[in-house]
Nanobody, 115 residues
Framework: QVQLVESGGGLVQPGGSLRLSCAAS????????MDWYRQAPGKERELVAG???????NYQDSVKGRFTISRDNAKNTVYLQMNSLKPEDTAVYYC?????????WGQGTQVTVSS
């Protein structure tokens, strides 16, 4: 059974930083590309960043230069380092495999950027 568990969210002031984690189980993690998504209130879920099994990365334009995705295959974990956070980054953040599998969605982790 595949399980993705996100953590690390919280309340942070504009300009602050957070590091999100997504722990995976039930998959051969090192062979699978991973993505981070987010969903803001009243909006569709959107792709934020991705990392291939080889470590190549890609980002949504709005987070380029501020967010960094990384992975630790020994820990079956993918990370999202978020710096220079803005109020518009407020959302629930989720991870998923590539290709995305709807049954794999976890509970997500809430990120709130507010003064």
């Amino acid at each position: 059974q595949v399980q993705l568990v996100e953590s690390g969210g919280g309340l942070v002031q504009p300009g602050g930083s957070l590091r999100l984690s997504c722990a995976a189980s039930g998959i051969i993690f090192r062979f699978i590309a991973m993505d981070w998504y987010r969903q803001a209130p009243g909006k569709e879920r959107e792709l934020v960043a991705g990392i291939t099994r080889g470590g190549s990365t890609n980002y949504q334009d709005s987070v380029k230069g501020r967010f960094t995705i990384s992975r630790d295959n020994a820990k079956n974990t993918v990370y999202l380092q978020m710096n220079s956070l803005k109020p518009e980054d407020t959302a629930v953040y989720y991870c998923n495999t590539v290709p995305r599998v709807d049954n794999y969605w976890g509970q997500g982790t809430q990120v709130t950027v507010s003064s």
